[in-house]
């Protein structure tokens, strides 16, 4: 599926791309998603289903955050092949199954593994389409309690005015002003 860069609402609710834009205005909204891992897209599509004219902002190309781009699917992907590679050379023929030369191919594991994950992130996107959700693929900053202007990944850039703002930014801890690193303990004992 094409990434929308940016997108605008009709009076309708229906998602309408628009050509790579310098500059564009979403309103009207009611909710902005910053996110759409995990937490980022449940949120979003149930908003959605719940009669929000939604936005969901996402810096990378594809949905899903880190957990389905680069690490837990990705990597139970290639664990469970390994897996299936280790019961082929120590345990298959102790079961009566004679396997001869088992080897790993790399390049076929790899491709499995990017297969899933362009499954996956499709089916977010697909659900995004189904439940009108528009989607602004760059990086989101809250400007306002009510706007949050996108410097999307075409080099554009995208102001949303939005009743409400949700920021699932999941395995990123984000700094805001005035608040000390969460890295740090608050308190010592």
Do not use: W
Not at 153 to 159: A, S
């Amino acid at each position: 599926m094409q990434c929308i860069r940016s997108a605008l609402l009709s009076t309708r609710g229906r998602l309408l791309p628009v050509r790579s834009l310098s500059s564009s205005t979403i309103s009207d909204s009611d909710l902005v998603v910053i996110g759409s891992g995990p937490g980022g897209y449940v949120a979003a599509i149930k908003a959605a289903q719940l009669g929000l004219k939604t936005v969901c902002v996402e810096k990378g190309a594809t949905f899903g955050g880190t957990c389905l781009n680069v690490g837990c699917i990705p990597s139970k992907a290639l664990l469970n092949n390994s897996h299936y590679y280790h019961a082929a050379k120590h345990e298959f023929a102790s079961r009566g199954i004679k396997i001869d030369n088992v080897e790993v191919d790399l390049p076929a594991m790899m491709k499995a593994k990017d297969t899933s994950v362009s499954a996956l992130t499709g089916g977010i996107a697909g659900l995004f389409k189904k439940n009108g959700i528009t989607s602004v693929h760059g990086h989101g900053t809250i400007v306002t309690p009510n706007q949050v202007i996108v410097k999307n990944n075409d080099g554009g850039r995208t102001t949303i005015n939005t009743k409400n703002i949700l920021i699932a930014t999941g395995s990123e801890s984000p700094l805001f002003l005035g608040l000390r690193s969460m890295r740090k303990p608050l308190c010592r004992p």
